[in-house]
């Protein structure tokens, strides 16, 4: 139990349009979901805290008028990369806190590799 | 602000040898620590973790890890490496939020572990 997916798995896009990514918990209820960027051969850096039917919280650094997330329900959350340019290029990582009983632990989705050209 | 090092970016082991992946954590109070695996094309994958309590905890795969507080210490081991093992493999920790150890993950840069024949 505890699956998260996301959507698309990879997407390829020219520099000034908007991508938006999903990330859905299948199989719970997610309240909290977080947005993680991932660079080659790197870590994984917080973007954003997204609760359900609240604004987001974002991480020092992180634009929020570029990156606009929404969580309009219990099993999604979506990232738009708006006006994407080729620096906006790189792997996104949604994440769930986990159901009842495991609430303390987050759940990863596979990933999202964005290729703004 | 917490913080999280892993010394090693790449660690190449004998399969069937023993494996023990570094971890040292920065943070002001009780850490949340994780361990998670990534093989490409999956999502995070998580090991184990350690909230509270014995500080040896288990987790999935026959992978284990010590908490060490005085050393901010959580190094991974595993007694018998499989060529499946080689991924890589992140180090995390986490505030205590609402949820417990579940706010938005600090992560270390990774280790790449290679396994050899």
């Known amino acids: 139990g505890a699956v998260v997916s996301q959507h698309p798995s990879w997407v390829i896009c020219k520099s000034g349009t908007s991508v938006k990514i999903e990330c859905r918990s299948l199989d719970f209820q997610a309240t909290t979901m977080f947005w993680y960027r991932q660079f080659p051969k790197q870590s994984l850096m917080l973007m954003a805290t997204s609760n359900e039917g609240s604004k987001a919280t974002y991480e020092q650094g992180v634009e929020k008028d570029k990156f606009l997330i929404n969580h309009a329900s219990l099993t999604l959350s979506t990232l738009t990369v708006t006006s994407a340019h080729p620096e906006d290029s790189s792997f996104y990582i949604c994440?769930?806190?986990?159901?009842?009983?495991?609430?303390?632990?987050?759940?990863f989705g596979p990933g999202t590799r964005l290729t703004v050209l | 602000a917490q913080s999280v090092t892993q010394p090693d970016i790449h660690i190449t082991v004998s399969e069937g040898a023993s494996l023990e992946l570094r971890c040292n954590y920065s943070?002001?109070?009780?850490?949340?620590l994780f361990w998670y695996v990534q093989s490409p094309g999956q999502g995070l994958q998580l090991l184990l973790k350690y909230f509270s309590g014995d500080t040896l905890v288990q987790g999935i795969k026959g992978f284990e890890a010590e908490f060490k507080r005085s050393q901010s210490s959580f190094n991974l081991r595993k007694p018998s490496v499989h060529w499946s093992d080689a991924a890589e493999y992140f180090c995390?920790?986490?505030?205590?939020?609402?949820?417990?150890?579940?706010?938005?993950?600090?992560f270390g840069k990774g280790t790449h572990l290679i396994i050899q024949p």
């Open positions: 994440s769930a806190r986990g159901p009842s009983g495991r609430r303390d632990t987050q759940y």
């Open positions: 943070y002001g109070a009780t850490p949340y």
């Open positions: 995390a920790v986490g505030a205590g939020g609402s949820g417990g150890g579940a706010d938005g993950l600090t």
